[in-house]
């Protein structure tokens, strides 16, 4: 006869035998957004120019490279001058420092190993440096930074084909000396335009940004949410895939409703404090966490770390959700703009001594506020 205790046992529905433990996968997925100025700056100011400045020693060599148009602050428009922003760059000359000839050496050997020949090639390295400045004001005469991009503490070594011979290697500088600085220095320019304006736009931009991030979704095939919270998630995705940093982000907010409305009911589902229910809502918390963080809500973002931190399941992912919370709140308050989801049309910013621009109902409607 079998005991009470395992007769009441076999009695039990299945799916709450089963719901004792639950397993959570990480389910990625990707998301687009508009990065704000990390730099606090009016946010009416849209356009810039550059101008860049050669010695006379050097100017030869970009006659024909154009390095102002190197430099590209994304979300911004360029004007040949008298932008909001005011970017000036001075090369200066690239000079050679040393000379030295290096040796190699390359022995060939018969099939038994025995050395048969050596070969010697020479080339040439020449120690060389270059320095550039960069001043960032705006038309008003605010300087943002002004500081060196590269400096002659900075020593570089150019390196010469081989030759067989040493004496052509020991001249090879000498007698190529136009076109080795011309590559040199247009190498050195190219370098420094490009890493000023993924500066300036990190600084001050409104880049496309395109991320890969995770939900907690459950795993355990004969537990009774398993489907619907792969549904949820399936759907979450779809959305989010289909948003890009052009869309308004009330639309998708609209679309996102029934996501979070399922993982909401999650935690009044499995409201106890085993450990299967507070791994549970745990996941919901984090779902939510991550969802309004792209959602560009801080405030609910926030809510939902501070209901994983008393869940008491990983609770230490509150505080990290609740400092990207604050730093986002942060970031919008600084740029002045409560969203990274908007569209550019760089042609219509005009720079301030251009004719304002005439602002419509749908401009407008593209900035939020909490």
């Not at 120690?127 to 005469?141: E, L």
């Not at 560009?296 to 209901?307: E, T, V």
Request: contains cysteine; hydrophobic residues 35%; proline residues 4%.
């Amino acid at each position: 006869m079998l005991k009470p205790s395992l007769l009441l046992l076999l009695l039990l529905p299945v799916g709450v035998i089963a719901q004792k433990n639950v397993d959570l996968d990480k389910f990625g997925f990707s998301v687009q957004y508009r990065s704000l100025p990390n730099v606090k700056i009016d946010s009416s100011y849209r356009t810039y120019n550059v101008e860049v400045e050669s010695t006379k020693l050097m100017s030869s060599f970009t006659k024909d490279l154009f390095p102002e148009r190197m430099v590209v602050i994304e979300g911004w428009r360029k004007l040949t001058k008298d932008g909001h922003l005011q970017i000036k760059v001075s090369c200066d000359d690239l000079l050679p420092e040393s000379f030295t000839t290096k040796e190699r050496t390359e022995v060939t050997k018969d099939k038994n190993g025995v050395i048969t020949g050596t070969k010697y090639f020479y080339s040439q390295e020449v120690t060389y440096t270059f320095a550039a400045n960069a001043i960032v004001s705006d038309y008003k005469g605010v300087v943002y930074y002004d500081e060196m991009l590269v400096n002659r503490n900075n020593k570089q070594v150019y390196r010469s084909p081989e030759f067989p011979i040493k004496a052509v290697a020991e001249a090879y500088f000498m007698v190529n000396s136009m076109k080795v600085t011309n590559d040199l220095y247009r190498m050195q320019v190219t370098r420094v335009m490009q890493n000023l304006g993924s500066r300036l736009t990190s600084d001050f931009g409104y880049n496309a940004v395109t991320v890969n991030d995770y939900m907690w979704i459950i795993d355990s095939r004969k537990h009774q949410e398993y489907t619907n919270h792969r549904k949820a998630f399936q759907q979450m995705n779809g959305i989010l895939f289909g948003m890009n940093a052009d869309t308004p982000i009330e639309t998708v907010r609209e679309q996102m409703k029934p996501v979070i409305a399922y993982f909401e009911s999650i935690k009044k589902k499995y409201p106890s404090t085993s450990k299967h229910d507070r791994k549970i809502r745990y996941a919901s918390f984090f779902n939510l966490a991550v969802l309004y963080y792209y959602l560009d809500d801080p405030q609910n973002m926030i809510n939902q770390a501070n209901g994983l931190v008393l869940n008491d399941f990983d609770s230490k992912d509150g505080k990290v959700f609740e400092y990207s919370a604050l730093n986002l709140k942060n970031q919008f308050q600084q740029a002045n703009i409560y969203t990274r989801h908007f569209p550019i049309n760089i042609n219509s910013f005009k720079g301030p001594y251009e004719n304002a621009p005439v602002v419509t109902t749908n401009q407008v409607s593209t900035w939020y506020d909490y």
